[in-house]
C-alpha cells in the first residue's frame, strides 16, 4: 500500500537549520511529485514547495525562497526538505503529500506529519 | 501569494446541506480546473474529497460535490452528518505554484 513515513519531531533553537524525511513506498516513487505543506499551532494550512522526484526540479513559494531546499534520493524514495534561518514562526507541522500531474495539489496520500518546535 | 478566501465557518442541523466558497483572482481558481477540496480533523492529515474542481476519489461519498463559477469554487455537503464535523481548505494551482484557502470550520449543530 502506498504510505509516505516522515522523519520524527525536531526541537531547534531560534536561527538553526532542520532537515525533515518524507520516505515513500507503495508505488514508483519517480511518478509522482512531493509537496511540503505545513501547519502553525491553531492555524491553516501554507503550501511550501514540491519537487519532482524524477528530475529533482523543484519549486518555492516565494515566502521560503531563499530558506528553502528540497532533495531527493532515489535510492531510498526519500525526499528531503531543509528550512535555514529557522524564528519561532517556524513552529508548526510539516506534511508532505504527492501529486501525480504537476498542476494538480496534493492527492489522496499524506505524510504523517512532522512537529517541528523552534525555542529558545 | 495571498491565501484563497474561504468563510471562517458554517454551520448546519443533521441531513441539511451547507456550500463552503473558495474565492481567488483569474490568476489562480478562475484560471486553472486545478481546485482541491480538503477534509482535516484535530491532529490529522489531511484527507483529499474533491480533486479537479468535480471530482471525487475513490471511497468518498457522493454528498460531497465541488463546483466553480468564475473566480469561486465551492464545496457542497448535501444530507450533513455528525462526521462532517471538521475543517475544510480548497487548494489551488496558480500556473506554477499553490495555494490553500484559509480554511473553514464546519460545525453540525
Known amino acids: 500500500q502506498v504510505q509516505l513515513v516522515q522523519s520524527g519531531a525536531e526541537v531547534r533553537e531560534p536561527g538553526a537549520s532542520v532537515r525533515l524525511s518524507c520516505q515513500a513506498s507503495g508505488y514508483t516513487f519517480t511518478t509522482h511529485y512531493i509537496h511540503w505543506v505545513r501547519q502553525a499551532p491553531g492555524q491553516g494550512l501554507e503550501w511550501m514547495g514540491a519537487i519532482n522526484p524524477s528530475g529533482g526540479s523543484t519549486r518555492y513559494t516565494q515566502s521560503f525562497q531563499g530558506r528553502v531546499t528540497m532533495t531527493r534520493d532515489t535510492s531510498t524514495s526519500t525526499v528531503y526538505m531543509d528550512l535555514s534561518s529557522l524564528t519561532s514562526e517556524d513552529t508548526a507541522v510539516y506534511f508532505c503529500?504527492?501529486?501525480?500531474?504537476?498542476?494538480?495539489?496534493?492527492?489522496?496520500?499524506w505524510g504523517q506529519g512532522t512537529l517541528v518546535t523552534v525555542s529558545s | 501569494q495571498s491565501a484563497l478566501t474561504q468563510p471562517p465557518s458554517v454551520s448546519g442541523s443533521p441531513g441539511q446541506s451547507v456550500t463552503i466558497s473558495c474565492t481567488g483572482t483569474s490568476s489562480d481558481v478562475g484560471g486553472y480546473n486545478y481546485v482541491s477540496w480538503y477534509q482535516q480533523r484535530p491532529g490529522k492529515a489531511p484527507k483529499l474529497i474533491i480533486y479537479d474542481v468535480t471530482k471525487r476519489p475513490s471511497g468518498i461519498p457522493d454528498r460531497f460535490s465541488g463546483s466553480k463559477s468564475g473566480h469561486t469554487a465551492s464545496l457542497t455537503i448535501a444530507g450533513l452528518q455528525a462526521d462532517d464535523e471538521a475543517d475544510y481548505y480548497c487548494c489551488s494551482y496558480t500556473g506554477s505554484l499553490f495555494v490553500f484557502g484559509i480554511g473553514t470550520k464546519v460545525t453540525v449543530l
Open positions: 503529500a504527492r501529486a501525480f500531474i504537476a498542476a494538480r495539489p496534493p492527492d489522496d496520500f
